[in-house]
Structure formats: structure tokens, C-alpha cells
């Protein structure tokens, strides 16, 4: 087994070295537009070699596109392109619906699965990779009947390999679940990294006081736009919808400050509170 | 030294646990109106005996008050009135200005220091307490200038033997700074939690997928009322103040979605990392 990974940064390359140890294949090539960062997933033994995408690709039993959501849309008909019936191709985008629709009349649409682990940091590039990073979270596979019935058990071993937990979703459902598990996080987080930074002059304060419930509030607006502009774009609708009901959910509590309602203060944070039942 | 601590939670028993490891004092009293938390802290080794407030106060050094910051309010002025001139009042409330203001004219205002350690968790209780929270951590000492020079070397000498950074502000300042960089923070995390369980309907589906990021952004939401609202209740101005400008930076990211401008949208990301610069 060959595995080609495009994109050799925190999820592709944390995928690999999991992978590896797992003996899951025997050889992994690093395809990535950065010269530096393949020179890096050598180094730091992600991959064993470097190749173009022509032959990364036709090497490889398994492609695995680990990019941004919006060059996964450009890349993958290339990719699907120059395989054969014997290869197959993942993606591991945060975003579903457009990725699929890229690609839908493409004639090896279903040497394609739709995949999306539910794990991400706010850094980025090889050096951010851990090989531990998958295990015992979610793996979403999407659409899983557009695929063929190998393509799909290879990915699902791919999954198992990383000890995720395997479910299965259509791509819009997918999108709607992630809009509210992940995409609003972190439109909240770089709304109150700003916030932060327009109305608090002092950054040495910050730095001095920041307490653990803020660093962790604000983590994720350290992630880069490369990223995520492109999932917002992808999943406008889904993340608008949402961002709607953050900004009136908001609006409730200024309500209850404002008009010193502290019964219904409490209510809030009593009903947010029921979090603690589903989020252990 | 005899210590006493009124409110063996989260706070005052994670203080008592560090200071007993650093044999800061040879006997530790406990006074909480919850008689479960008194018999686990007990049994944790968090007090060495349990007293009612009188006894509990008459007999100790050092008076530590790590209970809600409206019930500090109103016990703080009945603390002061049991000590004696060697005796030393300390609290640990998220707000400093309504708690000051509460025993400003008091005849032994200057037995008491203003204390506040930048730790917390979402939990609460005896068992919830911590030996290592505050090592490297901030701690706010306010109006430092109101208390007697040897209550406040005594304090100061708590929050070196916690490992603690000490910092100097006065209250009115502090309770700037924590809506900024905690409170504001709590209340992005309860609309987030609230936003979710309203619309997202499958807890099943919340459950499998929450990615890290979603943790730990709502992780603050698990936060107990009784602490909270008596906080947002004494800080209401500033917080107020925080959250309009937060609801302000949120409608830019709506604008930029809903007009499809993702150039403002990067912008406002860029923006937003620069808090990778200020926070490590």
C-alpha cells in the first residue's frame, strides 16, 4: 500500500505519522506547493519522499487531499482525473456540500469518499502535526453511497486505523452540524479576540491577567484566514443561520443586564448550563 | 499562623491545599453553610477542623473569604467587625469595586486586602479543588494604599507562597480589565452553549461530533449561576460596555458573509490573530 498525502501540514501530517506507526502502508508521499514544508515532513519523517502531483498521484493506492476547503474544490476533479479504478481519493475538509458538488458528474465520483475528522488545532504546517491527535474522536464519512463499495472500506480502515469513531451523515447535514460544532466557535472567538484587542489598549494587561477560561475562549482566533475564509464561503448559509442565533441569544443577555433582570440572567445561564449534560 | 477560610470551594480549597503544602500555617479552619462541603473538605485534607463563622474567625491569623461576591459583600462588613488589630481579612472575588465599597467607612477597613487570583474552572465544590491552579498565574492586588502595611505584606506573602504573579490596580481598574478578560468571556460561552441547544436539536449528534475547538470554547458555559450573576451583577456597566462592542464585532463578520465581502472577512481574521502575538 502507497499512500500520497496533498497537503503535508497539522492534518495531513498528523494523519500520516498515525498511519505509519499503524504500519498502514509501506511507503507515503508528500505532494505540497511548499518547498519548505515537504522539506520539513521529511525531516520530521511524515513522509518518504516528495513527489509532483502527476506522480504522487498515480503512485499511490490511496490519495489523501489535506488542504484548504476552497483549493480541495480546484484540486480534487484533477486528481479524480488521473486515477485509475484501483486507486482511491479522500478529502478531510470542514465543509461537505461544495466539495461533493465540485465533483459530482465526474466519471470516478465514486473512487471519492467524503471525509472529515473532528480534530483541529489553531496551528498550522508539518511541525504542528501529532500523531496522536485522532484517537477516540469523530470521523464523518458523507454520501457514503456515491462511493464505490472499496473506496469506502479502505477509507473506513483509514478511520479505524486512527482509532476514530466512524459515523455517517449526508454532506448537508454534515454542514449544518459543523456550522454549530465548529465554524460559529470560531467566528466567536475571533469576534472576542477582537473586541479584546479594540476596546483594551493595555496588551500588556491582557497578557498579565488572561485567565484560563479567556486563553481558552480565544485559542481558536489564532487560526489562520487561509483556512478558514474558505469554509465560511463554503458554508455561508449554514454558518449566517447560526451566527444569527449567537448574535439574538447575545442580545437576551444585554436585555437582562440592561434592564438589571437578574432571574432571567439566571435562566440563561441555567439553560446554557444543560451543556454540562451533553458535553462531558 | 492559623488560617481560616470562609467557603471551602473550588477557590478557597485549592488556596488551603498549596498553603498547607508549603506549611504557610499550622492549622487550617474551614467555615462554609454547606455542611457536606465542610465534611468532604475534611476529609480531603483541605481544613484541619470545621467552625462556625464567630469561632471560626475569632481563632485564625488570617481570614480568607472565597465565597460568591454577593455574599462577600454582605459578610465582609461582619468579618471585620469579630478581629482584632492583629488579625488579616482577604478575599478572592472576581469583582473588586462593589466589594470595596461595601467596607469603605468600616473602623478595620484596613485589616482587609483585595485579592484576586486569575484562576477558575467550570466547577465548583471541595472536590473540584486543586493544589497546583496558581503557580504562575496573576494576582490582582487592589487599592493596596487602603490596607495596613503589615496585612498587606502578609497577603503579599500568600500569593508568593501560591507561586503567584503579583500585580497592583486599583479596583476600579480591575473590574475593567476582568470584563475584557473574564467576564465577557463566560457570557460568549453561555450564548454559544444557549445557541447550540436551541437550534441544534439531536444531543446525540452535539455529543459525537463536538471537535476540541467547540469544547473548549463552551467549556466555560458549564459555569455555575450562583457565582456568576452576582458577578455580572456588580461589574454590570463594564460588562455591558464589553458586550455591546462584542456584539458590534460579531455584525462585521455578519455583514461580510451576508455581502459575500471576504476580503473584509480576512481582514477581520488577520485582525483577530493578532491576539497570537499577546497571548503565548
Redesign the interface.
Known amino acids: 500500500m502507497k499512500v500520497a498525502v496533498i497537503g503535508v501540514g497539522l492534518i495531513g501530517g498528523s494523519l500520516a505519522l498515525k498511519l505509519r506507526e499503524k504500519n498502514f502502508a509501506n511507503e507515503f508521499i508528500g505532494i505540497d506547493k511548499s518547498e519548505n514544508h515537504l522539506q520539513e515532513a521529511l525531516e520530521l519523517g511524515i513522509i518518504d519522499k516528495a513527489e509532483n502531483l502527476e506522480n504522487g498521484v498515480k503512485n499511490a493506492d490511496l490519495i489523501i487531499v489535506a488542504i484548504p476547503v476552497d483549493a480541495t474544490v480546484k484540486i480534487l476533479p484533477q486528481v479524480l482525473d488521473l486515477i485509475s479504478e484501483n486507486q482511491t481519493v479522500m478529502d478531510v475538509g470542514s465543509t461537505k456540500s461544495g466539495i461533493v458538488a465540485a465533483i459530482k458528474n465526474h466519471s470516478k465520483r465514486h473512487r471519492y469518499v467524503a471525509f472529515h475528522p473532528?480534530?483541529?488545532?489553531e496551528n498550522s504546517g508539518p511541525k504542528s502535526a501529532q500523531k496522536e491527535s485522532f484517537s477516540g474522536?469523530?470521523a464523518?464519512i458523507c454520501d457514503k453511497e456515491d462511493s464505490a463499495e472499496d473506496a469506502f472500506s479502505l477509507v473506513e480502515k483509514v478511520a479505524n486505523t486512527l482509532e476514530m469513531?466512524t459515523?455517517f451523515m449526508a454532506s448537508e447535514a454534515h454542514d449544518i452540524?459543523?456550522a454549530?460544532?465548529?465554524h460559529?466557535?470560531?467566528?466567536?472567538?475571533?469576534?472576542?479576540?477582537?473586541?479584546?484587542?479594540?476596546?483594551?489598549r493595555?496588551?500588556d494587561?491582557?497578557?498579565?491577567?488572561?485567565?484560563?477560561?479567556?486563553?481558552?475562549?480565544?485559542?481558536?482566533?489564532?487560526?489562520?484566514?487561509e483556512m478558514?475564509?474558505p469554509i465560511?464561503?463554503q458554508n455561508?448559509e449554514n454558518?449566517?443561520?447560526?451566527?444569527?442565533?449567537?448574535?439574538t441569544?447575545?442580545?437576551?443577555?444585554?436585555a437582562a443586564?440592561?434592564k438589571?433582570n437578574?432571574e432571567l440572567?439566571?435562566d440563561?445561564?441555567?439553560?446554557?448550563?444543560?451543556?454540562?449534560g451533553?458535553?462531558k
Open positions: 473532528m480534530w483541529g488545532t474522536r469523530a464523518v469513531n459515523i452540524h459543523t454549530y460544532i465548529s460559529i466557535s470560531h467566528i466567536t472567538s475571533y469576534a472576542l479576540a477582537n473586541t479584546v484587542l479594540e476596546k483594551e493595555e496588551e494587561t491582557i497578557f498579565q491577567l488572561a485567565s484560563s477560561g479567556f486563553s481558552s475562549t480565544v485559542r481558536l482566533a489564532k487560526s489562520h484566514p478558514w475564509v465560511f464561503k455561508k454558518v449566517l443561520d447560526v451566527l444569527n442565533e449567537h448574535i441569544q447575545l442580545r437576551k443577555f444585554k443586564l440592561e438589571e437578574y440572567l439566571e440563561l445561564i441555567r439553560n446554557a448550563n444543560k451543556i454540562r451533553i458535553l
